[in-house]
């Protein structure tokens, strides 16, 4: 990770109320890289919809 990661980290902080650090920090990274998130956190999901990142949820996958 190199400083663009930490300032678009800061930038989503500063834009979503609720997102954490490090999911702000996971969601730049995804962002910028392009790269979508799979995750079991139903906040950081939506936040990563709301923010144009590619996300999905570990409980909608079938086994």
């Given at each position: ?5 930490f300032i ?8 979503v ?14 962002i910028?890289?392009?790269t979508?998130?799979l995750?079991a956190?139903?906040q950081l999901?939506?936040a990563?919809k ?6 999905m ?7």
């Open positions: 990770m190199g400083a663009e990661h678009r980290a800061q930038q989503l902080i500063e834009s109320i609720s997102l954490r650090t490090l999911d702000a920090l996971h969601l730049a990274v995804a910028i890289e392009e979508p998130i995750t956190d139903g999901a939506r990563a709301k923010l144009g990142a590619r996300a949820l570990i409980s909608q996958l079938r086994a």
